[in-house]
């Protein structure tokens, strides 16, 4: 079972006792409930775009590790080539979903713990790479979505881990065992976490000598004794509960967040992959999140696509295609969106080889990429709010527009071209205020701004590799100037 | 009864008939409604500033046509002081309700209507201007809050109203009576709609001579035979309906909008104020237009202050008070939001008295000033999403703080400066997205967008005020050009 | 001699001996120094145009000392209307001169002084008011120019005054005596002050105790012994050197800095305004940056208008003026352009009295005025070269265009709209290029940039008066935090 | 003769007769004149670079005409990584010479008559390609540096060249000879003209039956009968004539523009690849302007680069490297500088291979990066200039410093941090100002604005490129619209 399909993938869920919380409520089948099943189709679009032949080259690669074609998701890249499909793939995604898909948290740890086990071994004699490796076999073997699970809750933000008023602020080893390790702690924003069939474990930040307990890394399925989930609230995720689903803008994909809580888990050793080395941890935050940093830079590429193309719809519904400024707005978005594509390419294709073989990504571009990818969906968001029109927000309910007495007024006022059913547009408005307001919005917009770290995060990986004297010497060099 | 109480207000709506619909139900009590009270909270803040001696220079204003204290809103502006004044009221609403207070439309149409009829009635012989000082002199006796009304649906954007397919998508007179007019059509996007004792109607651009007929202002009580209202939709708006009011982020205040339909109403003759003088009906636009450019320079300030504020607080509960970016970015949105204030400010400084006596803001000025606010509110809330972090989008519903089993995590693992409770972290976090995704995003972004017109109906303005043709000049002579 | 005219006022500097070094040459008569003769004719321009009927009312005021009628810029604002009238002022003289015109320090000292020593006699009892009073009347009575000398050369900027590894590098009181004192040290980047026929010295910054001998501030005449200037460079300054003047861009107006030296001058009692006082010197300091920083809003504006003219113009001979883009790059750059007009006419009107009763502007939106001005003037800039075209930079001098051989070549193939003479084209690029890249630019671009402050002054000026705490409040009250 | 070193170039040059016009005299000898010397070194450096064996691979490439070693200046890009490698060479000479080096015309022209040729060919039956590869070769043996010149003057832009009052006014086909033909026109704001040995000349954009005559493409030594170079001016050019350099601010490299006129210059049959197939001429302008976007990616980062370098060097010469706002600019202007560089990137290794052979980038990637580098040096310059100081623009000349007595004042007061010498500060203020007012900046900000396409050109890519027809399907297909 190389690759499974969506279908099989949701199936595969249902076998699962992952413990989810809803707004109160312990969920009894997951998968088909209203508010989460939406999340669930974004990934599971991963698994059916992979069975497609025409994406095959760009949804699938051949295992450096089994030798089968697997799911991109789970390849360990191998090539600048692989990088850059790996972007490619994220656009696509980002158009077939317009949503976050949550499948690249797991592919980004994969490939970040690959390399950083190798070094960890090499320094120590250890052998957490073989058993990452065989943990990659696993996954590859049986196709599976994986949570790589980096942000702690952190508490206190000015103290470091062992500082904070409540030691499980940062998830932390309790316990040492011969068999294994017990870990306690939490993972906050975790997308996808409910979706996942594992949960792939990384430190928060680079850890120093007192903070050795929680330099931890280890694998465990999602429906662990001693995990549970609390669901995220999103920006209108109450309307998922209606009757019709016109107003939800995106009826059928969505994301999802929510804080995994571990009560003192248990971890097997073969499951562990990092247990006290400290100063591996900040290598091992400083490559996921440089390639998740990458990976932005396809994903929200391809749902800026699909905001674009709402944004030139709603355009084309009111009847002024043709006017300058819409045009020129379009070509804006455009310019913007595909910008940050480029620097999603450019930190593909100069990326190089690590020890361990698996290639990683350039870390200053990939920080830039990420630093537009803070500010450019803002931008593009507002001109799409700017061509739809203040309809977007101000447009009854479906329920109106299909009501006895007041449907009629709807039909009769809100047509704008009067040869566009009215429902085209109600929908194309709909698309446009949940990825600029609505539940895709967490996604499109405060996920760009804080996800795979937080802008400050890039400015000073940014100046850390900006090489700034590099630069004044070139000036000394021109001028003269001797020092 | 020169200044009524909100509590008085809010009475005042009760006895009214007005028909509301909302998600496909007529409205029993609007005035009790969950998702409508918040909106009638923010106009009865209107009612008890005035009434607190602190505020009464900028609350309240002596009337010209009464000689008695008016609640500002009702006021007809008399210098310039009185037009910054208004900005300031304002600003002031805008602070103390974090909303749109819905009641400035009133006021910006009462301010153009008369000083348009004036000029009217010069040149046509007509009593317009009386009929309408009788109005005015009316509204400020009962304290009246006023829907100044202008945008109609408008069909398909590039056909002129008598070109539509439907001849009702501009609001129009479809019968001349001896005593009066019965109108048929519709506005939309109304702002206050539901709330507003009286509806101030005025056409919605210039009307060329085939389109005299819907060349037409005129006042008439929101509760008037034929008249209904259909809610509009704002992100989040169910939220309102839960037990509850952490997760609603504004508890107390928000806005609205609705659609107003009007099916062959029956204004009689005292309340009509244009009737065909198509040629100023662009006049009118314009002036109005004018004014409501201002208030944005004012309204979305004090919004703005509300906003600056929580991220101040959510950074202080973080505990990252003292990092410079954090500062700057607070400084930055404070840049920002005082440039709205000046562009206010100027435009109100520099008004000039019409022929009519009342004062009308500086044009070019007024549509600077809301140029700039299409795009700084959207930095500003770019800037609260960056401090306020990525929690504000994933944290569980206050349901589950509240919950046997999981409030524990939750509280536990939300905490952030560990002497904060985890609940003022929650309300700020909710307040902030309220502000920028939530329901007050419709008025803190789109409404900032497209309300008093979108921005390129500013630059058209902006294009026409400019002098251009002088500023060549200017280059001609210092280089000494001749043509 | 209330009123000088431009003429007066050069055979006024013509009988003083200043001493003013240009690129290695003590300078004869400077009036006549083709680089520096244009600077005084900006100054002149101030003197012209006070004499106009048209004008009398934005140029001239009557003075609250002398009850005559004086040139504005030798006015103690006494209203709000004053300030927002020296805006306009400004305004107007950029458009004239399309120059920084130099006279505007002389003025925001005079006001700043006059409200500081008032403050510092009630305070310690001495006698600087009364002074500094007849020292206006003084400056009314014959007209003068005076230079507002404020920037010391700093050194090293992380060293207070008395730190330094020389101790002049701050103007200092070096002998204190019983007829007055004696100073050393220099004043930098002034502005106007070769063509000054007074200096007006404040200290640089606030001061502490270490620092009282820095505490200093008085009157001098220019030529003064001891005093001497160096003449600054300006990008293509000595183009102002060849024949012909259409290269120049700007043929008859520009601006000049220099250092101003200070030799142990000997300042008399009565010239004395602030020694050691040394809390006052961070009063003055911001006051007089407070009315710099409105200044901007309108001196920099008039020149933003000239620059936009010359854009239409050049799109108008290039034959494009039918180009959306173009029409749209003009409505930002004049949107921009009145954003700042509307920042300093905010500030203005603003204004308070001062205990000594003239008006001093609001400090929070002077320096919001300042901060946009760092930004837009470049943006402008930026939209002008782009309207312009390469040409501005490729265009060969105007000597070869009146060139037996090549002229004829020049003139065949730089024309653009054929009925427009290749002369005009050749004016307005080299006057879009005397603005953004030529002497012009540095007080368009550089001296928008770091006149009145650099940026980041501005920045701490908005921190300081934001008030956070209150936006804060706001939330907590909206919220019910209670803390 | 495989490549020349910078000095043989030299010497090459002045063997050539080419006839250059400055100022109104016609050069004796161009190489040694010092407004022109400058550029000449930094073709030189072209040459110089590739003969280290560090740069090799980036310096040249194995041709696949000669299958020699060559300066990749003179290559026709054989896969992606040619692509990238040429903005990594463009990237590196601009930190080198922290100027336009000119040579990049010459190597986009050659890739684009090369497979253009081939597809007119392939059409007509014609023989251009085979030509052209001889030409080539002829290229590559001799390492020439060869102007491609497209724009035209153009007159009145409004107007075809047809109809132009003057038929000139684009470089046409005078007469069809048997031998050749004989062509008369234009070649404006010709970067390197004066620098190359060879001219290869394109048309100015798409041309229409009517225009046949206009479609013509050939190549032609510089200093051919009938051709003469007019010498544009750049801002403080003529510092360059001063004694000593420090003022000039890049005392050694440089770049240039001139007006290439051809009075009937007659053309050989074997220099001539286009003649009337003017469906071809838009291809060929397509192509040229796509691989000159994606140039600015390279040359304009390395200039960023030095001048990120300056102001990192001025902060730390003014004492203030630890100011948090100074560090937060260079981060913004690293990240600024560092997304051209990525989208430089981007649009190479989306290179696709030509019919020809040879590797064309990404159109719409490259449009996408040049639109960028029309704003982005702009805002870096702003930022350089913020980070300099005023003193940059108001410091005395170099003379003054090495003045007998103003020198003193000078060293004295222009100190900064007491243990870097007052003439290194001199040397990097006025290597900004080079880059930013001076004559650098006309390469650095007006040619990024207007090389290459004006970003209107780009915009028009972009909206042709950006495939908003499919972009609309999405959101039909997610939304569940149907047409």
């Given at each position: 079972?190389?690759?499974?399909?969506?279908?099989?993938?949701?199936?595969?869920?249902?076998?699962?006792?992952?413990?989810?919380?809803?707004?109160?409520?312990?969920?009894?089948?997951?998968?088909?409930h209203?508010?989460?099943?939406?999340?669930?189709?974004?990934?599971?679009?991963?698994?059916?775009?992979a069975?497609?032949?025409?994406?095959?080259?760009?949804?699938?690669?051949?295992?450096?590790?089994t030798?089968?074609?697997?799911?991109?998701?789970?390849?360990?890249?191998?090539?600048?080539?692989?990088?850059?499909?790996?972007?490619?793939?994220?656009?696509?995604?980002?158009?077939?979903?317009?949503?976050?898909?949550?499948?690249?948290v797991?592919?980004?740890?994969?490939?970040?713990?690959?390399?950083?086990?190798?070094?960890?071994?090499?320094?120590?004699?250890?052998?957490?790479?073989?058993?990452?490796?065989?943990?990659m076999?696993f996954?590859?073997?049986?196709?599976?979505?994986?949570?790589?699970?980096?942000?702690?809750?952190?508490?206190?933000?000015?103290?470091?881990p062992?500082?904070?008023?409540?030691?499980?602020?940062?998830?932390?080893?309790?316990?040492q065992?011969?068999d294994?390790?017990?870990?306690?702690?939490?993972?906050?924003h975790?997308?996808?976490?409910?979706?996942?069939?594992e949960?792939?474990?990384?430190?928060?930040?680079?850890?120093?000598?007192?903070?050795?307990?929680?330099?931890?890394?280890?694998?465990?399925?999602?429906?662990?004794?001693?995990?549970?989930?609390?669901?995220?609230?999103?920006?209108?995720?109450?309307?998922?509960?209606?009757?019709?689903?016109?107003?939800?803008?995106?009826?059928?994909?969505?994301?999802?967040?929510?804080?995994?809580?571990?009560?003192?888990v248990?971890?097997?050793?073969?499951?562990?992959?990092?247990?006290?080395?400290?100063?591996?941890?900040?290598?091992?935050?400083?490559?996921?999140?440089?390639?998740?940093?990458?990976?932005?830079?396809?994903?929200?590429?391809?749902?800026?696509?699909?905001?674009?193309?709402?944004?030139?719809?709603?355009?084309?519904?009111?009847?002024?295609?043709?006017?300058?400024?819409i045009?020129?707005?379009?070509?804006?978005?455009t310019?913007?969106?595909?910008?940050?594509?480029?620097?999603?390419?450019?930190?593909?294709?100069?990326?190089?080889?690590?020890?361990?073989?698996?290639?990683?990504?350039?870390?200053?571009?990939?920080?830039?990429?990420?630093?537009?990818?803070?500010?450019?969906?803002y931008?593009?968001?507002?001109?799409?709010?700017?061509?739809?029109?203040?309809?977007?927000?101000?447009?009854?309910?479906?329920?109106?527009?299909?009501h006895?007495?007041?449907?009629?007024?709807?039909?009769?006022?809100?047509?704008?071209?009067?040869?566009?059913?009215?429902?085209?547009?109600?929908?194309?408005?709909?698309?446009?205020?949940?990825?600029?307001?609505?539940?895709?919005?967490?996604?499109?917009?405060?996920?760009?701004?804080?996800?795979?770290g937080?802008?400050q995060?890039?400015?000073?990986?940014?100046a850390?590799?900006?090489?700034?004297?590099?630069?004044?010497?070139?000036?000394?060099?021109?001028?003269?100037i001797?020092?």
């Amino acid at each position: 079972m190389a690759l499974m399909t969506g279908e099989e993938y949701i199936q595969s869920l249902k076998k699962m006792k992952t413990k989810v919380y809803l707004m109160g409520e312990l969920v009894e089948d997951f998968t088909n409930h209203p508010m989460i099943r939406p999340s669930i189709n974004s990934v599971a679009a991963t698994y059916d775009l992979a069975q497609q032949k025409e994406y095959e080259n760009v949804m699938t690669a051949v295992s450096n590790i089994t030798g089968e074609r697997v799911n991109r998701f789970c390849h360990l890249h191998q090539s600048t080539e692989d990088l850059k499909n790996k972007v490619k793939m994220q656009r696509l995604l980002g158009q077939k979903t317009a949503s976050c898909f949550q499948r690249c948290v797991g592919m980004d740890a994969f490939n970040s713990i690959f390399s950083t086990t190798f070094e960890i071994d090499e320094k120590y004699g250890t052998t957490y790479h073989e058993r990452f490796k065989k943990y990659m076999k696993f996954v590859q073997d049986n196709d599976l979505t994986v949570d790589g699970a980096m942000t702690d809750p952190k508490g206190d933000r000015g103290l470091a881990p062992h500082q904070q008023a409540d030691l499980d602020l940062y998830l932390r080893v309790v316990e040492q065992r011969e068999d294994g390790i017990i870990v306690r702690g939490a993972k906050a924003h975790q997308t996808g976490a409910v979706n996942s069939h594992e949960h792939l474990i990384m430190p928060t930040m680079a850890m120093g000598e007192n903070d050795k307990e929680y330099a931890v890394s280890f694998s465990i399925p999602s429906d662990a004794p001693g995990i549970l989930m609390i669901y995220g609230r999103q920006s209108c995720d109450i309307r998922k509960l209606e009757d019709g689903h016109i107003d939800v803008g995106n009826p059928k994909f969505g994301g999802q967040e929510a804080l995994v809580v571990f009560n003192d888990v248990f971890i097997p050793n073969e499951r562990i992959y990092l247990n006290g080395e400290n100063e591996f941890a900040g290598v091992l935050v400083e490559r996921f999140a440089g390639y998740h940093r990458q990976s932005y830079g396809g994903c929200k590429v391809g749902v800026g696509d699909a905001l674009i193309g709402a944004a030139a719809l709603a355009a084309e519904y009111n009847g002024v295609t043709r006017a300058s400024h819409i045009k020129d707005k379009l070509i804006e978005m455009t310019h913007l969106n595909e910008t940050l594509y480029a620097c999603g390419l450019a930190c593909s294709t100069e990326g190089v080889a690590t020890k361990a073989g698996n290639y990683q990504i350039d870390l200053l571009l990939a920080n830039v990429c990420k630093q537009n990818v803070t500010r450019f969906p803002y931008e593009i968001s507002r001109l799409a709010e700017d061509i739809a029109g203040g309809l977007m927000v101000t447009m009854p309910s479906d329920i109106d527009f299909k009501h006895p007495i007041v449907g009629e007024y709807c039909n009769k006022y809100f047509i704008g071209n009067s040869k566009v059913p009215v429902e085209n547009r109600q929908k194309v408005l709909r698309f446009i205020e949940n990825l600029t307001l609505g539940a895709s919005a967490v996604g499109y917009r405060t996920e760009s701004m804080h996800g795979a770290g937080s802008p400050q995060a890039q400015r000073v990986m940014i100046a850390r590799q900006g090489n700034i004297e590099g630069k004044k010497q070139l000036v000394k060099d021109l001028t003269g100037i001797k020092e």
